[in-house]
Protein backbone atom coordinates (compact mmCIF):
# COMPACT_ATOMS: atom_id res chain seq x y z
CA UNK A 1 0.00 0.00 0.00
CA UNK A 2 1.33 3.56 -0.68
CA UNK A 3 -0.13 6.28 1.61
CA UNK A 4 -1.81 9.76 0.66
CA UNK A 5 -1.32 12.68 1.04
CA UNK A 6 -4.74 14.83 1.38
CA UNK A 7 -4.22 15.94 -1.82
CA UNK A 8 -3.74 12.69 -3.24
CA UNK A 9 -0.23 12.79 -4.31
CA UNK A 10 1.10 9.68 -3.42
CA UNK A 11 3.74 10.15 -0.62
CA UNK A 12 5.98 8.33 -2.28
CA UNK A 13 6.50 10.61 -4.94
CA UNK A 14 6.01 13.51 -2.60
CA UNK A 15 9.30 11.91 -0.91
CA UNK A 16 11.42 11.36 -4.43
CA UNK A 17 10.61 14.83 -5.02
CA UNK A 18 11.53 15.92 -1.41
CA UNK A 19 14.55 14.09 -2.01
CA UNK A 20 15.34 15.58 -5.90
CA UNK A 21 14.83 19.23 -4.75
CA UNK A 22 16.53 18.66 -1.25
CA UNK A 23 13.79 19.89 0.92
CA UNK A 24 13.44 19.95 4.31
CA UNK A 25 10.63 17.68 3.85
CA UNK A 26 12.71 14.84 2.34
CA UNK A 27 13.57 12.74 5.66
CA UNK A 28 9.66 13.18 7.06
CA UNK A 29 8.34 12.15 3.67
CA UNK A 30 10.98 9.47 3.23
CA UNK A 31 10.20 7.71 7.04
CA UNK A 32 6.70 8.31 6.23
CA UNK A 33 7.19 6.12 2.75
CA UNK A 34 8.57 3.68 4.44
CA UNK A 35 6.81 3.01 7.17
CA UNK A 36 3.56 3.33 5.22
CA UNK A 37 5.13 1.15 2.37
CA UNK A 38 7.49 -1.38 4.05
CA UNK A 39 7.87 -3.89 1.41
CA UNK A 40 8.81 -0.99 -0.89
CA UNK A 41 12.80 -1.97 -1.43
CA UNK A 42 13.21 1.67 -3.19
CA UNK A 43 11.83 3.40 -0.40
CA UNK A 44 14.16 2.10 2.48
CA UNK A 45 17.08 2.29 -0.12
CA UNK A 46 16.74 5.92 -0.62
CA UNK A 47 16.14 6.56 3.53
CA UNK A 48 19.41 4.90 3.54
CA UNK A 49 20.85 7.15 1.26
CA UNK A 50 19.89 10.35 3.21
CA UNK A 51 20.62 9.06 6.47
CA UNK A 52 22.86 6.04 5.88
CA UNK A 53 25.70 7.90 7.03
CA UNK A 54 24.83 7.97 11.02
CA UNK A 55 23.78 4.52 10.96
CA UNK A 56 26.53 1.53 11.78
CA UNK A 57 28.16 -0.83 9.25
CA UNK A 58 26.01 -3.36 10.75
CA UNK A 59 22.20 -1.71 10.37
CA UNK A 60 23.19 -0.11 7.11
CA UNK A 61 23.22 -3.76 5.97
CA UNK A 62 20.44 -5.16 7.28
CA UNK A 63 18.48 -2.15 5.87
CA UNK A 64 19.85 -2.77 2.44
CA UNK A 65 19.49 -6.14 2.02
CA UNK A 66 16.30 -5.80 3.38
CA UNK A 67 15.86 -3.26 -0.04
CA UNK A 68 17.18 -5.23 -2.20
CA UNK A 69 15.67 -8.32 -1.67
CA UNK A 70 11.77 -6.70 -2.09
CA UNK A 71 13.49 -4.59 -5.15
CA UNK A 72 14.32 -7.72 -6.97
CA UNK A 73 10.63 -8.69 -6.57
CA UNK A 74 9.70 -5.15 -8.04
CA UNK A 75 11.44 -5.41 -10.96
CA UNK A 76 14.83 -5.23 -12.33
CA UNK A 77 15.25 -1.08 -12.23
CA UNK A 78 14.71 -1.44 -8.85
CA UNK A 79 17.33 -4.15 -7.84
CA UNK A 80 19.97 -1.98 -9.59
CA UNK A 81 19.02 1.45 -7.98
CA UNK A 82 19.44 -0.45 -4.83
CA UNK A 83 22.38 -2.10 -5.77
CA UNK A 84 23.91 1.58 -6.45
CA UNK A 85 22.58 2.72 -3.43
CA UNK A 86 24.60 0.02 -1.75
CA UNK A 87 27.76 1.11 -3.31
CA UNK A 88 27.11 4.90 -2.51
CA UNK A 89 25.91 4.54 1.28
CA UNK A 90 29.51 2.22 1.05
CA UNK A 91 31.15 5.04 -0.22
CA UNK A 92 32.86 3.13 -2.67
CA UNK A 93 32.50 6.03 -5.11
CA UNK A 94 34.25 4.38 -8.20
CA UNK A 95 32.34 1.20 -8.08
CA UNK A 96 29.01 3.53 -8.26
CA UNK A 97 29.98 5.36 -10.97
CA UNK A 98 30.63 2.32 -12.83
CA UNK A 99 27.33 0.70 -11.68
CA UNK A 100 25.60 3.96 -13.03
CA UNK A 101 26.75 3.92 -16.12
CA UNK A 102 25.28 0.24 -16.86
CA UNK A 103 22.17 1.50 -14.94
CA UNK A 104 21.61 4.57 -17.27
CA UNK A 105 22.23 2.64 -20.60
CA UNK A 106 19.35 0.91 -19.78
CA UNK A 107 16.73 3.03 -17.69
CA UNK A 108 17.60 6.15 -19.51
CA UNK A 109 17.55 9.58 -17.54
CA UNK A 110 15.86 7.60 -14.19
CA UNK A 111 15.90 10.49 -11.93
CA UNK A 112 16.23 8.35 -8.84
CA UNK A 113 19.66 7.45 -10.17
CA UNK A 114 20.58 11.07 -10.23
CA UNK A 115 20.73 11.23 -6.89
CA UNK A 116 23.33 9.26 -6.94
CA UNK A 117 25.65 11.32 -9.65
CA UNK A 118 28.04 13.42 -7.20
CA UNK A 119 29.41 9.51 -7.24
CA UNK A 120 32.00 10.64 -10.27
CA UNK A 121 33.50 13.83 -8.57
CA UNK A 122 33.07 12.23 -5.58
CA UNK A 123 36.28 9.52 -6.74
CA UNK A 124 38.95 11.94 -7.12
CA UNK A 125 39.54 11.10 -10.54
CA UNK A 126 39.55 13.17 -13.46
CA UNK A 127 38.76 11.00 -15.83
CA UNK A 128 35.77 9.93 -13.64
CA UNK A 129 34.32 13.23 -13.27
CA UNK A 130 35.05 14.07 -16.84
CA UNK A 131 32.63 10.79 -17.57
CA UNK A 132 29.85 11.72 -14.70
CA UNK A 133 29.81 15.29 -17.07
CA UNK A 134 28.72 13.60 -20.14
CA UNK A 135 26.97 11.01 -19.02
CA UNK A 136 24.91 14.25 -17.48
CA UNK A 137 24.66 15.90 -20.53
CA UNK A 138 23.27 12.97 -22.41
CA UNK A 139 20.89 12.03 -19.83
CA UNK A 140 19.82 15.42 -19.68
CA UNK A 141 19.16 15.69 -23.18
CA UNK A 142 17.10 12.20 -22.94
CA UNK A 143 15.00 13.76 -20.10
CA UNK A 144 14.90 17.01 -22.65
CA UNK A 145 14.47 20.30 -21.32
CA UNK A 146 10.93 19.68 -19.04
CA UNK A 147 12.63 17.64 -16.68
CA UNK A 148 13.84 19.98 -13.86
CA UNK A 149 15.48 17.34 -12.29
CA UNK A 150 18.35 16.60 -14.95
CA UNK A 151 18.24 20.98 -16.06
CA UNK A 152 19.28 21.41 -12.38
CA UNK A 153 22.09 18.98 -12.74
CA UNK A 154 22.86 20.18 -16.04
CA UNK A 155 23.38 23.98 -14.49
CA UNK A 156 25.76 21.96 -11.94
CA UNK A 157 27.54 20.56 -14.66
CA UNK A 158 28.13 23.73 -16.43
CA UNK A 159 29.25 25.87 -13.62
CA UNK A 160 31.37 23.27 -13.00
CA UNK A 161 32.74 23.58 -16.51
CA UNK A 162 33.01 27.11 -15.56
CA UNK A 163 30.32 28.07 -18.15
CA UNK A 164 28.78 30.02 -15.51
CA UNK A 165 26.41 32.02 -18.05
CA UNK A 166 25.04 28.78 -19.62
CA UNK A 167 24.74 27.06 -16.08
CA UNK A 168 22.75 30.81 -14.98
CA UNK A 169 20.92 30.22 -17.78
CA UNK A 170 19.84 26.31 -17.06
CA UNK A 171 19.66 27.20 -13.22
CA UNK A 172 16.94 29.56 -14.10
CA UNK A 173 15.23 28.02 -16.73
CA UNK A 174 15.23 24.71 -14.25
CA UNK A 175 13.66 27.17 -10.89
CA UNK A 176 11.12 27.95 -13.67
CA UNK A 177 9.90 24.51 -13.81
CA UNK A 178 10.11 23.83 -10.23
CA UNK A 179 11.08 26.91 -7.96
CA UNK A 180 12.06 24.52 -4.55
CA UNK A 181 14.94 22.88 -6.80
CA UNK A 182 17.76 23.07 -4.32
CA UNK A 183 20.22 21.83 -6.78
CA UNK A 184 19.41 24.87 -8.76
CA UNK A 185 19.39 27.22 -6.38
CA UNK A 186 23.12 25.98 -5.71
CA UNK A 187 24.12 26.11 -9.29
CA UNK A 188 23.01 29.92 -9.56
CA UNK A 189 25.09 30.31 -6.30
CA UNK A 190 28.09 29.05 -8.06
CA UNK A 191 27.34 30.53 -11.52
CA UNK A 192 26.56 34.14 -9.64
CA UNK A 193 29.76 33.85 -8.24
CA UNK A 194 31.42 33.85 -11.20
CA UNK A 195 29.43 36.40 -12.68
CA UNK A 196 29.59 38.55 -9.56
CA UNK A 197 26.24 38.99 -8.79
CA UNK A 198 26.84 40.13 -5.16
CA UNK A 199 23.13 41.33 -3.10
CA UNK A 200 21.26 40.80 -6.28
CA UNK A 201 22.07 36.63 -5.16
CA UNK A 202 22.17 37.11 -1.40
CA UNK A 203 18.36 38.13 -1.81
CA UNK A 204 17.81 35.57 -3.78
CA UNK A 205 19.47 32.61 -1.45
CA UNK A 206 17.38 34.62 1.28
CA UNK A 207 14.37 34.25 -0.07
CA UNK A 208 14.55 31.18 -1.06
CA UNK A 209 15.60 29.84 2.13
CA UNK A 210 12.71 31.65 3.68
CA UNK A 211 10.54 29.36 2.19
CA UNK A 212 11.85 26.67 3.31
CA UNK A 213 14.51 26.90 6.30
CA UNK A 214 15.34 23.23 6.91
CA UNK A 215 16.08 22.68 3.38
CA UNK A 216 18.80 20.24 3.04
CA UNK A 217 21.18 22.95 2.16
CA UNK A 218 20.30 25.55 4.20
CA UNK A 219 23.93 25.92 5.81
CA UNK A 220 25.73 25.72 2.83
CA UNK A 221 23.83 28.25 1.20
CA UNK A 222 23.91 30.78 3.32
CA UNK A 223 28.16 29.69 3.40
CA UNK A 224 27.22 30.62 -0.60
CA UNK A 225 25.31 33.92 0.58
CA UNK A 226 28.56 35.15 3.03
CA UNK A 227 31.22 34.68 0.06
CA UNK A 228 28.80 36.69 -1.81
CA UNK A 229 28.98 39.36 1.17
CA UNK A 230 32.46 39.20 1.07
CA UNK A 231 32.67 39.72 -2.91
CA UNK A 232 30.73 42.83 -2.79
CA UNK A 233 32.42 44.11 0.56
CA UNK A 234 29.63 43.70 3.13
CA UNK A 235 32.02 41.89 5.88
CA UNK A 236 29.57 41.93 8.65
CA UNK A 237 27.29 39.74 6.82
CA UNK A 238 29.49 37.21 6.25
CA UNK A 239 30.34 37.01 9.40
CA UNK A 240 26.93 37.36 11.05
CA UNK A 241 26.05 34.32 8.60
CA UNK A 242 29.38 31.92 9.61
CA UNK A 243 28.16 32.47 13.00
CA UNK A 244 24.82 31.92 12.93
CA UNK A 245 23.97 29.71 9.86
CA UNK A 246 26.96 27.45 10.31
CA UNK A 247 27.20 24.15 12.75
CA UNK A 248 30.12 23.64 15.21
CA UNK A 249 30.78 20.36 12.93
CA UNK A 250 31.20 22.70 9.78
CA UNK A 251 34.79 23.38 10.13
CA UNK A 252 35.88 23.86 6.51
CA UNK A 253 33.05 26.31 5.31
CA UNK A 254 33.87 28.84 8.98
CA UNK A 255 37.60 28.31 7.58
CA UNK A 256 37.14 29.42 4.08
CA UNK A 257 35.01 32.09 5.26
CA UNK A 258 37.29 33.45 7.85
CA UNK A 259 40.68 32.81 5.75
CA UNK A 260 38.72 35.23 2.71
CA UNK A 261 38.08 38.05 5.64
CA UNK A 262 41.96 37.58 7.05
CA UNK A 263 43.11 37.62 3.66
CA UNK A 264 40.91 40.73 2.89
CA UNK A 265 42.68 42.36 6.07
CA UNK A 266 39.05 41.88 7.80
CA UNK A 267 38.09 40.65 11.17
CA UNK A 268 37.26 37.17 10.97
CA UNK A 269 33.75 35.70 12.17
CA UNK A 270 34.03 33.01 15.56
CA UNK A 271 36.20 30.62 15.05
CA UNK A 272 36.87 26.86 15.64
CA UNK A 273 38.30 25.50 18.50
CA UNK A 274 41.89 24.70 17.30
CA UNK A 275 41.49 21.53 19.34
CA UNK A 276 38.82 20.64 17.44
CA UNK A 277 40.43 20.37 13.98
CA UNK A 278 43.41 18.16 15.86
CA UNK A 279 41.30 16.27 16.85
CA UNK A 280 39.00 16.23 13.26
CA UNK A 281 42.22 15.48 11.73
CA UNK A 282 43.89 12.70 14.23
CA UNK A 283 40.38 10.90 13.74
CA UNK A 284 39.57 7.93 11.86
CA UNK A 285 39.60 8.76 8.14
CA UNK A 286 40.54 12.26 8.91
CA UNK A 287 42.93 12.84 6.04
CA UNK A 288 41.17 10.15 4.01
CA UNK A 289 39.74 12.63 1.40
CA UNK A 290 42.32 15.61 -0.07
CA UNK A 291 39.53 18.52 -0.10
CA UNK A 292 38.64 17.64 3.18
CA UNK A 293 42.22 18.02 4.66
CA UNK A 294 43.06 20.58 2.95
CA UNK A 295 39.96 22.29 4.67
CA UNK A 296 41.14 21.73 7.91
CA UNK A 297 44.28 22.97 6.80
CA UNK A 298 42.65 25.82 6.32
CA UNK A 299 41.15 26.12 9.62
CA UNK A 300 44.61 25.55 11.33
CA UNK A 301 45.94 28.33 9.11
CA UNK A 302 42.98 30.76 10.99
CA UNK A 303 44.51 29.94 13.88
CA UNK A 304 48.03 30.91 12.90
CA UNK A 305 48.87 27.35 13.65
CA UNK A 306 52.50 27.09 12.15
CA UNK A 307 53.62 24.24 13.70
CA UNK A 308 50.63 22.36 13.10
CA UNK A 309 50.47 23.21 9.27
CA UNK A 310 54.16 21.92 9.01
CA UNK A 311 53.56 18.68 10.67
CA UNK A 312 50.38 18.47 8.23
CA UNK A 313 52.69 19.27 5.38
CA UNK A 314 55.12 16.78 6.20
CA UNK A 315 52.81 14.00 6.33
CA UNK A 316 51.06 14.41 3.20
CA UNK A 317 54.32 14.32 1.47
CA UNK A 318 55.31 11.65 2.74
CA UNK A 319 51.78 10.24 1.72
CA UNK A 320 51.62 7.48 -1.22
CA UNK A 321 48.79 9.19 -2.83
CA UNK A 322 50.55 11.42 -5.76
CA UNK A 323 47.66 14.23 -4.95
CA UNK A 324 48.94 14.29 -1.31
CA UNK A 325 52.03 14.54 -2.05
CA UNK A 326 52.43 16.95 -4.56
CA UNK A 327 49.34 19.25 -4.36
CA UNK A 328 48.05 19.45 -0.66
CA UNK A 329 51.97 19.23 0.53
CA UNK A 330 52.75 22.48 -1.07
CA UNK A 331 50.01 23.99 -0.54
CA UNK A 332 49.61 23.15 3.14
CA UNK A 333 53.01 24.56 3.39
CA UNK A 334 52.77 27.91 1.56
CA UNK A 335 49.81 28.32 4.21
CA UNK A 336 52.42 27.31 7.23
CA UNK A 337 54.78 30.12 5.48
CA UNK A 338 51.98 32.80 5.48
CA UNK A 339 51.39 31.88 9.00
CA UNK A 340 55.13 32.53 9.85
CA UNK A 341 55.27 35.75 7.53
CA UNK A 342 57.23 34.71 4.99
CA UNK A 343 55.08 35.42 1.89
CA UNK A 344 57.93 35.19 -0.58
CA UNK A 345 58.31 31.12 0.55
CA UNK A 346 54.66 30.73 0.01
CA UNK A 347 54.47 33.05 -3.38
CA UNK A 348 57.35 30.03 -4.70
CA UNK A 349 55.25 27.06 -3.57
CA UNK A 350 52.14 28.14 -4.78
CA UNK A 351 53.43 29.55 -7.94
CA UNK A 352 55.12 25.99 -8.73
CA UNK A 353 51.92 23.71 -8.57
CA UNK A 354 49.96 25.31 -11.89
CA UNK A 355 47.18 23.93 -12.85
CA UNK A 356 47.88 21.15 -10.51
CA UNK A 357 45.98 22.81 -7.72
CA UNK A 358 42.79 21.39 -9.18
CA UNK A 359 43.45 17.91 -7.73
CA UNK A 360 43.36 19.53 -4.69
CA UNK A 361 39.42 18.53 -4.81
CA UNK A 362 36.50 20.11 -4.09
CA UNK A 363 34.54 22.99 -7.09
CA UNK A 364 35.60 25.78 -8.41
CA UNK A 365 34.74 28.12 -5.92
CA UNK A 366 35.97 26.20 -2.88
CA UNK A 367 39.19 26.09 -5.45
CA UNK A 368 39.72 29.54 -5.66
CA UNK A 369 41.19 29.96 -2.23
CA UNK A 370 44.09 29.11 -2.95
CA UNK A 371 44.14 31.80 -5.74
CA UNK A 372 43.58 34.25 -3.04
CA UNK A 373 46.35 33.37 -1.06
CA UNK A 374 48.36 33.44 -3.67
CA UNK A 375 47.34 36.97 -4.68
CA UNK A 376 48.08 37.98 -1.18
CA UNK A 377 51.26 36.55 -1.10
CA UNK A 378 52.08 38.26 -3.86
CA UNK A 379 51.20 41.86 -2.88
CA UNK A 380 52.85 41.21 0.58
CA UNK A 381 55.74 39.83 -1.41
CA UNK A 382 56.13 43.06 -3.16
CA UNK A 383 55.23 42.03 -6.68
CA UNK A 384 51.49 43.95 -6.87
CA UNK A 385 51.43 43.93 -10.45
CA UNK A 386 51.58 40.07 -10.71
CA UNK A 387 48.75 39.43 -8.11
CA UNK A 388 46.66 42.07 -10.37
CA UNK A 389 47.57 39.75 -13.48
CA UNK A 390 46.42 36.95 -11.62
CA UNK A 391 43.09 38.01 -10.43
CA UNK A 392 42.75 40.17 -14.11
CA UNK A 393 39.96 37.56 -14.69
CA UNK A 394 37.88 38.01 -11.95
CA UNK A 395 38.44 42.26 -11.67
CA UNK A 396 37.35 42.75 -15.35
CA UNK A 397 34.55 40.22 -15.57
CA UNK A 398 32.82 39.79 -11.88
CA UNK A 399 30.50 43.11 -10.96
CA UNK A 400 31.12 42.77 -7.62
CA UNK A 401 35.28 42.83 -6.83
CA UNK A 402 35.58 44.08 -3.80
CA UNK A 403 37.04 41.36 -2.46
CA UNK A 404 39.69 40.95 -5.12
CA UNK A 405 40.48 45.10 -4.38
CA UNK A 406 41.06 44.35 -1.12
CA UNK A 407 43.31 41.62 -1.90
CA UNK A 408 45.42 43.70 -3.99
CA UNK A 409 45.79 46.51 -1.62
CA UNK A 410 49.10 46.64 -0.37
CA UNK A 411 47.92 47.67 3.11
CA UNK A 412 44.54 46.15 3.36
CA UNK A 413 42.47 48.75 5.76
CA UNK A 414 41.04 47.36 8.46
CA UNK A 415 37.75 47.57 7.65
CA UNK A 416 35.73 49.25 4.78
CA UNK A 417 32.14 50.65 5.53
CA UNK A 418 28.92 49.06 4.19
CA UNK B 1 41.59 -3.08 4.39
CA UNK B 2 41.00 0.32 2.24
CA UNK B 3 40.41 2.38 5.05
CA UNK B 4 42.80 5.15 7.05
CA UNK B 5 43.71 3.86 10.20
CA UNK B 6 46.88 5.96 10.57
CA UNK B 7 47.00 8.46 13.06
CA UNK B 8 47.68 11.81 12.52
CA UNK B 9 50.98 13.78 13.48
CA UNK B 10 48.74 17.41 13.71
CA UNK B 11 47.99 16.75 17.40
CA UNK B 12 50.35 17.12 20.33
CA UNK B 13 51.19 21.53 19.89
CA UNK B 14 50.10 23.02 22.73
CA UNK B 15 46.46 25.32 22.12
CA UNK B 16 47.26 27.60 25.78
CA UNK B 17 45.94 31.03 25.53
CA UNK B 18 49.47 32.42 25.05
CA UNK B 19 50.41 30.55 22.06
CA UNK B 20 47.26 31.11 20.50
CA UNK B 21 47.97 34.52 21.18
CA UNK B 22 51.39 34.64 19.29
CA UNK B 23 49.95 33.08 16.35
CA UNK B 24 47.35 35.07 16.27
CA UNK B 25 49.79 38.34 16.11
CA UNK B 26 51.64 36.72 14.11
CA UNK B 27 48.72 36.25 11.08
CA UNK B 28 47.67 40.11 11.90
CA UNK B 29 50.35 41.02 10.97
CA UNK B 30 50.80 39.13 7.80
CA UNK B 31 47.04 39.42 7.00
CA UNK B 32 46.40 43.10 8.11
CA UNK B 33 43.51 41.71 10.70
CA UNK B 34 42.36 41.66 14.27
CA UNK B 35 41.55 38.57 15.51
CA UNK B 36 39.10 37.15 17.39
CA UNK B 37 39.07 35.11 20.56
CA UNK B 38 39.18 31.34 19.25
CA UNK B 39 36.26 29.56 19.59
CA UNK B 40 34.53 32.83 20.06
CA UNK B 41 31.27 31.10 18.26
CA UNK B 42 29.73 28.32 17.88
CA UNK B 43 26.34 28.50 15.57
CA UNK B 44 23.61 26.28 15.98
CA UNK B 45 22.28 23.71 13.07
CA UNK B 46 19.56 24.43 10.93
CA UNK B 47 17.40 21.86 10.45
CA UNK B 48 17.25 18.29 11.08
CA UNK B 49 19.44 15.60 9.89
CA UNK B 50 21.61 18.23 7.65
CA UNK B 51 24.37 16.88 9.23
CA UNK B 52 24.15 13.84 7.04
CA UNK B 53 23.89 15.45 3.37
CA UNK B 54 27.13 16.69 3.05
CA UNK B 55 29.84 14.34 4.07
CA UNK B 56 32.04 13.04 1.03
CA UNK B 57 34.63 10.40 1.07
CA UNK B 58 36.61 8.18 -1.31
CA UNK B 59 38.18 4.94 -2.12
CA UNK B 60 41.22 4.39 -0.28
CA UNK B 61 44.08 1.67 -1.03
CA UNK B 62 43.30 -1.68 -1.25
CA UNK B 63 39.63 -0.89 -1.15
CA UNK B 64 39.62 0.16 -4.03
CA UNK B 65 40.83 -3.02 -5.54
CA UNK B 66 38.65 -5.32 -3.58
CA UNK B 67 35.61 -3.29 -4.44
CA UNK B 68 36.56 -3.81 -7.85
CA UNK B 69 36.49 -7.61 -7.67
CA UNK B 70 33.78 -7.79 -5.39
CA UNK B 71 31.51 -5.90 -7.36
CA UNK B 72 32.99 -5.92 -11.04
CA UNK B 73 29.85 -8.37 -12.27
CA UNK B 74 28.06 -4.85 -11.96
CA UNK B 75 24.48 -4.74 -13.11
CA UNK B 76 24.67 -8.98 -13.29
CA UNK B 77 24.77 -8.92 -9.79
CA UNK B 78 22.50 -5.92 -8.77
CA UNK B 79 19.64 -7.90 -10.73
CA UNK B 80 20.01 -11.41 -10.18
CA UNK B 81 22.15 -12.12 -7.08
CA UNK B 82 22.68 -10.67 -3.51
CA UNK B 83 24.72 -7.95 -2.81
CA UNK B 84 28.11 -7.26 -2.37
CA UNK B 85 28.26 -7.46 1.67
CA UNK B 86 32.07 -8.23 2.34
CA UNK B 87 32.51 -4.72 0.71
CA UNK B 88 33.91 -2.57 3.06
CA UNK B 89 32.48 1.23 3.63
CA UNK B 90 35.19 3.71 3.38
CA UNK B 91 35.97 6.43 5.91
CA UNK B 92 35.50 9.86 4.76
CA UNK B 93 36.81 13.02 5.39
CA UNK B 94 34.96 15.77 8.29
CA UNK B 95 35.23 19.03 7.81
CA UNK B 96 31.62 19.45 7.16
CA UNK B 97 29.55 19.94 4.52
CA UNK B 98 31.66 20.81 1.06
CA UNK B 99 30.07 21.50 -2.53
CA UNK B 100 31.03 17.97 -4.46
CA UNK B 101 28.06 16.54 -1.66
CA UNK B 102 25.84 18.54 -2.30
CA UNK B 103 25.89 19.15 -5.75
CA UNK B 104 24.84 16.69 -8.07
CA UNK B 105 23.87 14.30 -5.65
CA UNK B 106 21.74 14.94 -2.82
CA UNK B 107 23.29 13.49 -0.27
Known amino acids: MTGLTTAGTPVGERAVTGLLSLSGRALPLLRQWVGSDPGCGVARALLALATGDRWDDTVLKEQLVIAHRDALAAGEREASLVYGVFLHTHRQYRLTADHLMGHFDRWPADEQAGLMLGAFSECGDAAYRAHGEALTERQAALAGPESWPWTSWLAVTRAEQGRAREAHTLAGRALALYPRSGVAAHALAHAEHELGAGRDSIDFLDEWLRADPRAVQSRHLNWHAALHSIACGDFPDARRRADTALARTDVGMRAATNWRLLLAGQTPAGRSDPDHIRELLAAPGGTAEIFHTFNLALALAVEAATDDLRILARRAAADERPDYRDVLAPVVRALAEITAGRPRAAVELLTGLGDKAERIGGVRVEREIIQDTLARALVDAGEPARAAGLLHHRTTTRRHHAYEDLLLSPRPPADIPV | ?107
Do not use: K, Y
Not at chain 2, 12 to 26: I, Q
Not at chain 2, 47 to 53: K, Y
Open chain 2, 1 to 107: MGVETRGTGGTGTGGSAGRVGVRAAVLGAVAGAALLPAGAAHAGIIGIGNAVFGNTCVNQGSARAEGATVAGSGLGSANQAGLPLDLPRNHCGNSGIVCTALFMSSV
